[in-house]
């Protein structure tokens, strides 16, 4: 017998009309079936598998899997560090959707507050927290240890099955104008301007974003400049670009970097839009919107850089690269690749300044050589195609300055050439050198005379006070090509470990104390230990930290730090490299793989196997 039927029974009163009873009837069975739905919601489970999360600066942070019930809220996260870092989380840590907060009440693997987890060989940690229950039809959640900077903070949570509604971008930044080309390229010392402005900023986000532009005073090497975003989820850079150039945009957001550009000339500025959660279902989604200076320019260079890498973006040249073993085959894999690039600008729907851009990008040859490749791009047959074909866009008035540019610069800074771009190529390339180029823009030679008396005037003062194990090596002493072969040939007959590492580099600093008991238990072996950094690490930093790291230690330019991983085809630091007592490479590795590997290939290299 069935509810209804029972009930129907129960409601055959006598003395009640037949209305009455059905009225009663349909009240009861619907106050009875919601009492049933309550109690199946108070058993119901809300599971998300492997949810998203719209931003997040702490990638090592990794949400498994959320459990929502009427009693509580389960996170499952794990912690990926490296073995022998540690972490803890704090027991305020709560949730946070639509104004209210869930606090944290309990954990499963780990404890709460004061206790330091260290993580093991597997660099991993699998644990549970459990917070009071949000409501079940949450779509998507913060979770928060606090609003400090140095807290855990993940938000925009939410079921990769859902997508948060994108914020809407007022009409002013929906740039639609550009139409006309890049600006001539001019030396000016007036500073640029980016502002940003963000939608769906939350309190607690402390955003920084990266800025990246190429400073005249080193052209070789980007310039990064870090700010945070407000409690207003806003910030402004001024920066000193001198010339019109591309400026590169970074967020550091998991599970993306959103990566972007605007177009900057001295004295101009831009304002950049950003929904800090927008759902990153691809790279750069975070950019939303600009106005002012050629706003236009890095939405459309986004879209390019997006589809020059689909099907609908330049065709790839025939020839393999692995097939090329000569210098003319290699002309002909550039010729080819060119005239892919070009067809593609020409049929594109760009505004002009991305065409011009473009086209312009194409001023030393498309892709990176490797290995055989990189060898016959050195050769004078290649060299004088590369003049004869590329040069065109180098000159331009309305080029486009960029790190590009001073990497082109040693194709065309021999070129016989006179104007702006031709005194800005030797600039760059004689950049430190011993002797001066002919300059003939004042601006440019009083700029060179400038920088590189302060940068002969900080090598001398960084010499002056170190100890007999540290050594700073300018490029007038060692050429960068020959400086790893100068530093091995001091210790010839003995076993050699290099470590190329940096201050700001955890995993290196993580390499050094877990060498220590390796480097007494072998100190009575002939082995020597050198240290090489970059000026990518600071100065001051490097002279107090290697004060208690015994072996020779080595602050080197930038320049001759890249030709030594070049010669290792170096992947990352840290990175070790071992030498026999013949002399021969017996072991390199990109980061620490663990103290017993180390160890082996000491030993190896010791026996001289």
Known sequence: MNMNTRLCR???????SGALRRSLQKTI??????????????????????????????????????????EKTAMYVRMALLPGYGFRISENSYLETNGKHYGIVGSDSIPLGG?????????????????????LDTKEFDFLEGLAKGDYKVFGIHDKDYTIPPASVPTEYMADDDGEGLAELKFDATPATIHFKSLNYRKGMNTEIQVQYVDLKNPAKPMDVYTNLN???????????????????????????????????????????????????EANSKFVGAKGYYARFGKEW???????????GPQKPTIKKEDIHDVQTLIRYCDEEREN???????????????????????????????????????????????????????????????????????????????????????????????????????????????????????TANKQGLADNIHYLDMTDVAPENM????????????????????????????????????????????????????SSNYDEWKKYIADIPGEHYFLTEEQNRYISEQYECTGIPFYAIYNTKGELTFKQAGFGGIEVIREALEKALSNK
């Open 10 to 16: 129960f409601l055959t009163l006598r003395g009640c």
């Open 29 to 70: 069975i619907t106050a009875l079936l919601a009492i049933v739905a309550l109690a199946g919601q108070a058993k119901k489970t809300i599971v998300w598998e492997n949810p998203s999360v719209a931003y997040s600066a702490i990638p090592y942070f990794q949400i498994q899997k959320v459990e929502m019930t009427k």
């Open 115 to 135: 206790d330091y987890i260290v993580l093991d060989d597997t660099g991993r940690k699998d644990f549970v927290l459990y917070f009071k229950p949000l409501p």
């Open 231 to 281: 409690d207003d989820g806003e910030a402004s850079v001024i920066l000193p670009i001198c010339l019109s150039q591309i400026v590169w945009v970074n967020i550091v957001n998991i599970p993306w970097n959103s990566m972007g550009c605007v177009y900057l000339s001295p004295g101009k500025e831009v304002t950049v839009l950003v929904d800090m959660l927008h759902d990153d279902s």
């Open 302 to 312: 986004c879209q390019s850089a997006l589809e020059e890498e689909t099907e609908n």
């Open 341 to 459: 690039y070009d067809k593609w600008i020409k049929n594109s729907n760009y505004c002009k300044a991305i065409k011009e851009y473009l086209t312009q990008f194409a001023y030393s040859p498309l892709f990176m050589f490797e290995g055989e490749q990189d060898s016959l791009s050195k050769t004078k047959e290649f060299t004088d195609y590369v003049l004869q074909n590329y040069t065109g866009n180098l000159y331009k008035k309305n080029i486009v300055f960029n790190n590009e540019f001073p990497r082109a610069s040693k194709y065309y800074a021999m070129a016989d050439a006179r104007g702006f771009n031709a005194d800005l190529a030797r600039y760059c390339y004689y950049l430190k050198q011993l002797e001066k180029p002919l300059i003939e823009d004042k601006n440019l030679s009083d700029l060179y005379d400038k920088y590189v008396a302060e940068y002969q005037a900080t090598i």
């Open 484 to 535: 790893l072969q100068t530093i091995l040939d001091k210790h010839k007959g003995k076993t050699i470990l290099v470590d190329l590492w940096a201050t700001w580099c955890g995993p290196c600093k993580l390499g050094h104390e877990k060498m220590k008991p390796l480097k007494e238990e072998l100190k009575d072996k002939d082995i020597v230990y050198i240290y090489i950094t970059s000026p």
